[in-house]
């Protein structure tokens, strides 16, 4: 979640959220992409008896049943990798937490799918945030996230999914936005 400086520091905080434009999800696209291109490319060259590859020579392959079988990994992986780039362009999960004191709002957006619900916007008056809350989980599966702490609302994540950010930035955002707030920083 990267902070952006206000422009008056007293009306407004925004932060923007990442969301599926992170450097892992193009590395994985990209390696899924040349894979799968690999495995179908071999299964046409098995098919067709000429060389579509660079690195190796297929043609030797017997297309029933290992050129089949290279089609039909080379065909899921493509699709694998259609969808990743397609969550990549659709930006899924990206978005922006809007904090103004002017207005006395609090809007959480986030991207989805596209469709109708294509655009989550969550709204809130800000005399009904309590407090904001750090939420920290060692261990195999670590879970570092920030909340805001709205009556009747509940908990609602102001962190991104995925990687869990570093302790340190996660404790300077906290307290950051709690100061902002004037509400209790909560989970230290």
Same mark, same amino acid.
């Given at each position: $979640?990267?902070?952006?400086?206000?422009?008056?520091?007293?009306?407004?905080?925004?932060?923007?959220?990442?969301?599926?434009?992170?450097?892992?999800?193009? %590395?994985?696209?990209?390696?899924?992409? $040349? =894979?799968? *291109?690999?495995?179908?490319? +071999? +299964?046409?060259?098995?098919?067709? #008896?000429?060389?579509?590859?660079?690195?190796?020579?297929? &043609?030797? *392959?017997?297309?029933?049943?290992?050129?089949?079988? $290279?089609? %039909?990994?080379?065909?899921? !992986?493509? *699709?694998?990798?259609?969808?990743?780039?397609?969550?990549?362009?659709?930006?899924?999960?990206?978005?922006?937490?809007? %904090?103004?004191?002017?207005? =006395?709002? @609090? &809007? *959480?957006?986030?991207? !989805?799918?596209?469709?109708?619900?294509?655009?989550?916007?969550?709204?809130?008056?800000? #005399?009904?945030?309590?407090?904001?809350?750090?939420?920290?989980?060692? !261990?195999?599966?670590?879970?570092?996230?920030?909340?805001?702490?709205?009556? !009747?609302?509940?908990?609602?994540?102001? &962190?991104?999914?995925?990687?869990?950010?570093?302790?340190? +930035?996660?404790?300077?955002?906290? @307290?950051?936005?709690?100061?902002?707030?004037?509400?209790?920083?909560?989970?230290?």
């Amino acid at each position: $979640m990267a902070v952006s400086a206000p422009s008056d520091r007293d009306s407004s905080l925004r932060q923007e959220i990442l969301g599926s434009r992170r450097f892992s999800n193009y %590395f994985w696209a990209s390696i899924v992409s $040349m =894979g799968a *291109l690999g495995f179908f490319l +071999s +299964s046409l060259s098995s098919l067709l #008896k000429v060389n579509l590859l660079i690195v190796s020579d297929p &043609t030797q *392959l017997v297309f029933v049943p290992q050129g089949i079988a $290279m089609g %039909f990994y080379g065909t899921a !992986g493509l *699709l694998l990798a259609a969808y990743l780039w397609l969550a990549i362009s659709w930006d899924v999960g990206g978005g922006y937490n809007l %904090f103004d004191r002017k207005e =006395g709002t @609090a &809007t *959480l957006l986030r991207r !989805g799918y596209p469709g109708k619900n294509r655009k989550v916007e969550l709204s809130y008056d800000l #005399k009904d945030v309590t407090a904001v809350r750090i939420e920290i989980k060692e !261990g195999i599966n670590p879970k570092r996230a920030l909340y805001l702490r709205v009556k !009747g609302r509940g908990d609602l994540p102001l &962190t991104r999914v995925g990687q869990p950010i570093s302790l340190s +930035s996660l404790e300077d955002q906290g @307290a950051e936005l709690a100061r902002f707030l004037e509400v209790p920083l909560e989970g230290l």
